[in-house]
């Protein structure tokens, strides 16, 4: 009997039947279809045509130039990177997309691509990625090898975070910078905090440093690594407590493509946070320690998980000594402020005051950063999709995003990129892109004033 093909992956068998395609599924495929070798060249062998295609799409967004903003640098001496790096459509400016309203932008199609959600590197294959700076520091002390041979990490050193980043303690601040400039690893925390932390935050920072099993890095056919894998570690991206700015895919929503891309927040100031998660909304620092080893780190799937060697965590004992840790994880230094958190006028110059006048004023800023850390610990629609016409780029459905949590701002220029996926490069393209969601009308003048108080946080 002859099979032809016909629209959709559906089969015409004859004139006598007709079997579809497989439905859509939630669940990944648990049995391999190809051997390990198979994979790995097969992968490897696409992966410097993925990276070109990357760094074209980055280049068709983004100025990624290193151009560092005089005399502003992060806690360790890292240079902050400074201008507006979202690229605009062709024959407008700030001033005039500023002012029109969504529907003409929608309508025009003069939404900058910069705003849109960011995809993965590879957005139907996903998964973690870390910079080359934090592998190439791991494989030196652990000897644990967590380059990917099917991709490679796509935005450049320059615009990302401080590594090491320090780490200050709520309950040290006598100490400073107790990293004292090292990348925290299970190799040397004992070492640096034996001492420093009580039994119970000392054996919750040794779980945070414990590599266990993840979707791309695990002992299985389907791993991501040339060689079986011990794993990752919590630490892998939130290297030292904050950020390296690792990316990978949230596991919330399905199909691939609705799936969104994560920049590793900063745990600094969890303590003060009611919710965790960009879009999940967890309740509490121990029920995102626990789901990130049950289901996020296996995309969301307990079943994949079962077979990839998920690490279950013990509620009472080892996820709580974990959030013990990480609830002593303080903000940086501000000198420029004051106990309340807002500006002592004897330490900021005139920039940074009119710029604090525009936060809890004409900016809106403080609608939703309110002070002492600058967040209200709500989540909030932006609603971007008034601005945009639903459509797919780089494997990625480019909609609204839905309900964000609000991170603090305490810190702020310690942890770039911004947003929940890393789509906005410096606090300058930040202000851009809330003067236009917001519809502010700032200008050029009080936009760089509202960076320059932004950067005192």
């Known amino acids: 009997m002859q099979i032809l093909r016909i629209a959709a992956g559906a089969v015409l ?49 983004y100025d990624l130039a290193n151009r560092p903003a005089n005399g502003v640098a992060m806690f360790r001496g890292k240079p902050v990177q400074e201008g507006v790096r979202v690229k605009l459509p062709r024959g407008t400016s700030w001033d005039k997309l500023g002012a029109m309203n969504p529907d003409e932008i929608r309508e025009k199609g003069l939404y900058p691509q910069g705003f849109l959600p960011l995809p993965h590197p590879n957005h139907p294959e996903g998964g973690m990625l870390f910079p080359q700076f934090h592998i190439d520091e791991i494989k030196k002390q652990e000897q644990r090898d967590l380059n990917r041979f099917d991709l490679a990490f796509d935005f450049p050193d320059h615009l990302l975070p401080e590594f090491p980043a320090p780490i200050f303690l709520t309950t040290r601040p006598d100490l400073g910078d107790v990293s004292k400039g090292k990348l925290l690893t299970i190799d040397n925390f004992h070492q640096m905090f034996n001492g420093i932390l009580n039994p119970k935050q000392l054996e919750g920072l040794r779980l945070l440093l414990t590599p266990f099993p993840q979707q791309q890095f695990n002992q299985t056919e389907d791993r991501r690594s040339e060689r079986p894998s011990r794993g990752v570690t919590c630490f892998d991206c939130h290297a030292n407590g904050h950020t390296n700015a690792s990316t990978h895919l949230a596991g919330d929503a399905r199909p691939q493509e609705f799936r969104h891309r994560i920049d590793t927040p900063s745990l600094r100031g969890v303590n003060l946070q009611r919710l ?38 013990e509620r009472g004992s080892q996820v709580h000594f974990m959030g013990e840790f990480q609830n002593i994880l303080d903000f940086p230094p501000a000198p420029k402020l004051g106990v ?16 604090q006048a525009l936060f809890f004023g004409k900016a809106q800023c403080a609608t939703c950063h309110t002070p002492p850390h600058y967040s209200d610990n709500m989540m909030h629609n932006l609603r971007t999709e008034r601005f945009f016409k639903p459509h797919q780029a780089k494997g990625a459905m480019m909609v609204g995003d839905g309900p964000i949590k609000t991170f603090p701002l305490r810190g702020i220029k310690e942890s770039p990129p911004y947003l929940h996926d890393g789509r906005l490069l410096t606090l300058e393209d930040t202000v851009e892109f809330f003067n236009l969601i917001l519809e502010t009308r700032l200008s050029a003048t009080e936009k760089a004033e509202l960076v320059a108080f932004l950067r005192t946080l």
């Open 13 to 61: 068998c004859g004139a006598t039947c007709l079997i579809s395609a497989a439905p859509p599924t939630s669940y990944m495929p648990v049995v391999a279809k190809e051997d390990f070798q198979t994979t790995f060249e097969r992968m490897k062998a696409a992966r410097a045509g993925l990276m070109r295609e990357q760094a074209a799409f980055l280049e068709s967004r």
């Open 276 to 313: 965790f998660g960009s879009q999940r909304a967890l309740k509490s620092v121990e029920d995102f320690t626990e789901f990130e080893q049950r289901a996020a780190y296996f995309d969301g799937d307990p079943v994949i998980a079962t077979k990839k060697g998920v690490n279950v965590l």
């Open 340 to 355: 309340t958190g807002k500006l002592d006028p004897r330490k900021a110059n005139e920039q940074e005051l009119r710029g």
